[in-house]
DNA sequence: ACGCTCACG
DNA sequence: GACGTACGTGAGCGTA
């Protein structure tokens, strides 16, 4: 059958179907080779949803789908700028586009692109046609652009809405009849493909002149006539640009084209090859729900296959400074938030006066949008140093920080904009004080961390070095160093732009590169559900903070440094002279040559090592290394403790805020810093005392949540030890329950010195065990120790089992998994010399320390939820342990709903075969919760 | 800048 | 067969 009268076209806009596919679903990959899949599955949904649709009277007799082909199209060659802010295609999106296009074919379903011309020429080609023909033509598509070609038989229809778009529906959007949209758009240009139009004329103004004056012709030439002085200049100053607006948005009716209507009649799908392509895509529910309908078996499952290498990715262009841009006022800002509407992903980053988050003040934004696309907004750089009555002046060019912000917040808490940083954690600090909450992030420091964590480290200058082969500008060279370093607001604006929008540049470049490779390395939902979600958790403790009274710590210095002077004369009389008792080099020579105790030189310095395993051997010969040993306790606790954490006292909220790592440690532990709040005393009595001085305000209280024992469970979980895992089952000491099994004590007769043996045993499996280590540790003879380690592995079997596979594992594969999926790389696991020695016993440790690590992630993210409602803090985090603050009515409460939590935060994913068990206690404070 | 020592899990 | 060793961190100090 001809096309002609009584015939229905339908043209669905291909392009626009994928993009939506693309951005409402979540993530999806084939799961036999990790390739996203995720735009094709809704795409199939959406033609499948057509194809079952499409019935009736006013059913479509023909039926194309049209895609866009080529970037480079006619319009780019009258103008440059077209469509030049168009934000590159997502990697994740790219490889869908060519099996999109099988997927139409697979439907049996007209399927048309033309090299440099874009979809919206041949639809109107095509409608112009149709229309010709005397037939119906209606466009499944929501793109304003293809409203000029309504009218006569042709209407649209928004699938996203289901509705009908006719000439009343045109005039709503345009405020001119259908003939009239071109003039429209050409005066109001479109910032989206960067169609210039008139300046200061937007759709309302653009309409009301084309009703008054017919036409846009009409409107050009009769330009002197208008009212308005500035809209009349503006008119007649920009003629030719708004005539090349014109050229650029009217479409081509008149294609050449290399099929005709006649080619597009619908056909019905050939079942087999439907099939087929769905169940090589691995869509098991579209496949069973097409194959029922079409009353054919669905096809078997296609197997898992081997790891595919990743493909290349395209070269971006090189990194330009010249190119950036500085923003200096609200209109300028706008065409960047207009930007990033349009693409929905920008990079972000802060320039401030501090790398102390709780004291550092904004002095610019950087953004990005897509390669080399990236500016610097100044706000509040300060003229230079120097001039004392001047110096605390803004410097000019600089819009209004309260503004800018206030321009931005939508745009950083838009749920429909990405927001991407390195290290997100401080730029969402800087902003959560500055009451904005970014969301929702992406951080490219924690993408490499979850594919690459263990290879190299993951600061952005390593990352642009390494996967951009770009070395960016150093701080130093903008601030300086040491004595003469200055605060970022002191750097003159034209200096700072190009080193901050670089920032945002490469960051962007990173997320392009490294997010599509998340699924490759099969990370993703180690990344999703590990690191990301804890950047608002972690940035949220450590805004918090922890009260500490300075009272008790500045008291406690003053007694220890009382007990150091005292230990030192004492210490000076037995050496026989005065020396530097903190100096180990002193203390040496003292030891070693002047009083010729036993013990040798040691390490590469060559200097006599004396550490306090070494001193405690003297102790037996000499007074002077006890008093040493007791010199250092003192020395270390006042030093780093009782003096340090005074100096990290907020002085605005008065608590200590210290900042969590999250890509710090290898096997997927958090680390703290600036103060390290995971290594305050605990183990001697004196040192324990410091907990005292982490104190919980009036009318509340510090409770504390540890997992028991996990890594050993972790352990016996993993290697699988009967033994072990039905002793924690029973609650029993499984320290006691070890030396039983290995000494053949039975656990009523067991003596504090057999089960304190085989605890040292038990924590060196955990550390990839060795002989030499045990012997060391428990001050036995070598061969003694290894007596032991035969007897442990020949009651447990599995632990050998255990050691010997992940070493293998990790020699086969360079890396090891935790049972959540974490990867640990082992890059020296295959080295020779005594380096393997340590590969080795990593290779060993860390699936058990970073299970652990992963657990308590886990739990930490589930946290708030479960909390809600309750006035509780999550203040510190230390391996295994949650330290709350919590209003003293509600601790019962808190403990409760935290344990639930923890204990059970291996589920759903890991199944352990042990128990969790958390102990909790609460108190004033922290010495007392524990 | 680096090594030693020592605080934690 | 020798080598040198417990795993993972961060901070302060002395020494170059």
Redesign the pocket.
């Known amino acids: 059958m001809g096309f002609g009268k009584g015939c229905h076209l339908h043209l669905i806009d291909g392009s626009a179907y994928i993009f939506r596919a693309f951005h409402a679903l979540p993530p999806l990959t084939r799961k036999s080779d990790g390739l996203p899949v995720g735009a094709i599955s809704g795409f199939c949904n959406m033609l499948d949803r057509y194809v079952e649709n499409n019935s009736g009277a006013d059913a479509a007799t023909h039926v194309a789908v049209i895609f866009d082909k080529g970037s480079h199209t006619f319009r780019n060659d009258m103008y440059d700028q077209y469509k030049a802010n168009r934000s590159e295609m997502p990697e994740d999106l790219r490889p869908q586009i060519p099996l999109t296009r099988e997927a139409t074919r697979a439907f049996n379903i007209a399927c048309e692109e033309i090299e440099g011309f874009e979809a919206d020429d041949i639809i109107a080609t095509l409608a112009c046609r149709a229309r010709e023909a005397g037939g119906r033509v209606t466009i499944l598509s929501s793109d304003k652009d293809l409203m000029q070609l309504v009218g006569d038989g042709v209407e649209m229809l928004d699938p996203m809405k289901n509705k009908r778009i006719d000439d009343d529906g045109v005039f709503e959007k345009f405020g001119v009849a259908p003939n009239r949209v071109v003039d429209v758009q050409a005066l109001a240009g479109d910032s989206v493909d960067n169609v210039p139009g008139a300046p200061g004329i937007g759709i309302k103004t653009a309409a009301q002149l084309i009703q008054e004056f017919g036409s846009l012709e009409e409107l050009l030439d009769r330009a002197e006539e208008i009212k308005q002085p500035k809209r009349r200049q503006t008119l007649i100053d920009n003629r030719a640009q708004i005539e090349l607006s014109k050229k650029l948005v009217k479409l081509d009716c008149d294609m050449e084209l290399p099929f005709g209507l006649d080619d597009l009649e619908i056909r019905d799908a050939v079942a087999d090859d439907l099939l087929e392509f769905l169940n090589r895509m691995e869509f098991r529910t579209l496949t069973r729900r097409i194959a029922d309908r079409l009353g054919k078996e669905p096809p078997a499952v296609i197997e898992a296959a081997p790891e595919a290498d990743a493909p290349d990715v395209p070269e971006d262009a090189p990194i330009d400074h010249a190119t950036y841009e500085v923003v200096r006022d609200a209109e300028a800002l706008q065409v960047w938030l207009d930007r990033i509407a349009a693409t929905g992903v920008v990079a972000v980053d802060t320039e401030t006066t501090s790398l102390d988050e709780m004291r550092a003040d904004l002095v610019g934004i950087s953004l990005a949008t897509e390669p080399g696309v990236a500016c610097y907004i100044p706000l509040a750089h300060r003229t230079g140093g120097g001039d004392l009555f001047d110096s605390d002046a803004l410097a000019p060019g600089q819009m209004p920080m309260e503004t800018a912000l206030e321009m931005l917040r939508p745009m950083l808490e838009d749920p429909a904009v990405l927001k991407v940083g390195q290290n997100m954690k401080y730029d969402y600090k800087i902003f959560a004080r500055l009451g904005i909450l970014v969301d929702p992030i992406d951080d490219t420091m924690l993408l490499s961390y979850a594919q690459h964590g263990g290879l190299h480290g993951h600061g952005m200058d390593a990352l642009a070095d390494r996967y951009l082969n770009h070395q960016c500008i150093p701080i130093k060279d903008l601030i300086g160093?040491g004595k003469s370093q200055v605060t970022f607001d002191r750097v003159e604006i034209d200096r700072a732009a190009p080193y901050a929008a670089e920032d945002a540049d490469v960051t962007l470049r990173l997320h392009r590169l490294l997010k599509p490779r998340l699924h490759r390395a099969r990370v993703t939902q180690v990344y999703e559900t590990l690191e990301r979600p804890l950047v608002p958790v972690l940035a949220r403790m450590e805004m918090a903070g922890i009260l500490v009274d300075r009272q008790v710590l500045s008291r406690m210095s003053g007694t220890f440094a009382q007990k150091m002077a005292g230990l030192e004369e004492e210490i000076h009389a037995k050496a026989g002279r005065p020396f530097?008792v903190?100096?180990?080099?002193?203390?040496?020579e003292i030891l070693f040559d002047e009083l010729s105790l036993p013990g040798g030189k040691?390490?590469?310095?060559g200097?006599?090592?004396?550490?306090?395993?070494?001193?405690e051997d003297l102790a037996t010969e000499h007074e002077l290394p006890g008093l040493?040993?007791d010199w250092?306790?003192l020395?270390?606790?006042?030093?780093?403790?009782t003096?340090?954490l005074q100096?990290?006292i907020n002085p605005e909220t008065g608590r200590v805020h210290?900042?969590y790592?999250i890509a710090?440690?290898?096997?997927g532990?958090l680390?703290?810093?600036?103060?390290?709040l995971?290594?305050?005393?605990?183990?001697?009595e004196e040192?324990?005392r410091i907990r005292q001085a982490f104190v919980a305000p009036e009318g509340r209280v510090l409770v504390a949540l540890?997992?028991s024992q996990?890594?050993l469970r972790i352990l016996a979980h993993i290697a699988g030890i009967d033994q072990l895992k039905q002793a924690f089952k029973d609650g029993h000491d499984i320290h006691a329950m070890t030396a039983s099994e290995m000494f053949g004590v039975p656990l009523d007769q067991m003596t504090p010195e057999v089960r304190r043996k085989a605890k040292?045993?038990n924590?060196?499996?955990?550390?990839?065990?060795?002989?030499?280590?045990?012997a060391?540790?428990?001050r036995i003879p070598?061969a003694e120790?290894q007596a032991f380690?035969d007897t442990y592995f020949e009651r447990f079997p599995g632990i050998r089992a255990y050691m010997d596979d992940t070493v293998k594992f990790a020699k086969q594969h360079g890396r090891v998994e935790t049972l959540f999926g974490r990867r640990i790389h082992t890059p020296d696991i295959n080295a020779s010399?005594?380096g393997?020695?340590?590969?080795?016993?990593?290779a060993?440790?860390?699936p058990i320390?970073g299970t652990?690590a992963d657990v308590i992630r886990r739990a930490m993210v589930r946290m708030e939820a479960a909390t809600r409602g309750i006035d509780a803090k999550m203040l510190l985090q230390?391996?295994?342990?949650l330290l709350f603050e919590v209003g003293e009515d509600e601790a019962e409460t808190l403990i409760e709903r935290a344990r639930e939590v923890m204990e059970g935060a291996n589920m759903p994913v890991v199944d352990l075969s042990v128990p969790l068990i958390v102990d909790a206690g609460q108190g004033a404070n922290w010495a007392e919760a524990?």
């Open positions: 160093s530097n903190g100096s180990p080099k002193q203390l040496g040691k390490g590469k310095t200097a006599y090592s004396t550490g306090a395993d070494i001193l040493i040993l250092r306790q020395s270390k606790l006042k030093s780093t403790y003096d340090a100096d990290h210290t900042s790592s710090g440690a290898n096997t532990r680390a703290s810093t600036d103060p390290n995971q290594n305050i005393p605990v183990r001697t040192g324990r540890d997992y996990i890594e040292a045993i924590f060196g499996v955990i550390y990839g065990i060795s002989g030499f280590g045990l060391r540790n428990l070598r120790a380690i010399g005594p393997a020695g340590f590969a080795k016993r990593a060993i440790n860390a320390q652990a230390v391996h295994d342990e524990h």
